[in-house]
């Protein structure tokens, strides 16, 4: 398995908090991903990272925010929580740009509740 | 825009009774399209990589096939612990620096003993 894991696991938040999810890989990859999962539109792009402090957006990028200061660390923050972001977050690691491959590896999830 | 259309949605199976899952994808320059398993409450398990139509790659009961259009998944003899969902996702070459994928809604297979 790829060395990525992500916490919390779960979670359950009030309408208007601040929330931040991590992710850590231990595989020194130079690309990571934050993706939701949502029945009827399957994974959809958050942000991703090509390397410490160098960001960009992906699809659905309103109302997220990323930072990643270590390179096995990269950050998702949902500035003031709305229900419509219920969801399932993965993050995802891949070796693009460090040889032939450049599939993703996905975390285990985070299932996040707003209320 | 890069799309990607999956079918079935959903596809049941006796086990033994061997099947396909269609994958069709628009995408400007493919770099590559990816098959993944997802288990309930699980991250997306990567399963195969295809880069260019005619390819093929095989694990166990799967074989994945490419054409300029689609991909399929054939599963062989399946067993029930091939339920899952499985997911198509193509990464174009086109104004893609980051390596993004395009998933499509996947497909719920599932194995009856």
């Known amino acids: 398995d790829a060395g990525i894991t992500q916490s919390p696991r779960h979670k359950v938040t009030e309408t208007g908090t601040p929330v931040t999810l991590r992710c850590h890989q231990t595989e020194n990859h130079r690309y990571m991903y934050w993706y939701r999962q949502d029945p009827g539109h399957g994974l959809r792009l958050i942000h991703y990272?090509?390397?410490?402090?160098?960001?960009d957006k992906g699809e659905v990028s309103d109302g997220y925010s990323v930072s990643r200061s270590k390179t096995e660390d990269f950050l998702l923050t949902l500035e003031s929580a709305t229900s419509s972001q219920t969801s399932v977050y993965f993050c995802?690691?891949?070796?693009?740009?460090?040889?032939?491959?450049?599939?993703?590896?996905f975390g285990p999830g985070t299932r996040l509740t707003v209320l | 825009e890069d799309q990607v259309t999956q079918s079935p949605e959903a596809l049941r199976l006796q086990e033994g009774e061997s099947s396909s899952l269609n994958c069709s994808y628009t995408?400007?320059?493919?770099?590559?399209l990816f098959w993944y398993r997802q288990d309930p409450g699980k991250g997306p398990e990567f399963l195969f990589t295809l880069y260019s139509a005619g390819e093929e790659k095989e694990k166990e009961r799967l074989k994945a096939t490419l054409t300029k259009k689609e991909s399929f998944l054939h599963i062989t003899a399946p067993k029930p612990e091939d339920s899952a969902t499985y997911l198509c996702?193509?990464?174009?070459?086109?104004?893609?620096?980051?390596?993004?994928?395009?998933f499509g809604q996947g497909t719920e297979l599932s194995v009856k003993p």
């Open positions: 996702a193509v990464q174009g070459d086109v104004y893609n620096q980051g390596g993004k994928l395009i």
């Open positions: 990272s090509y390397g410490v402090k160098d960001t």
């Open positions: 995802a690691i891949s070796p693009l740009g460090s040889g032939p491959n450049n599939e993703q590896f």
């Open positions: 995408v400007s320059g493919l770099r590559g």
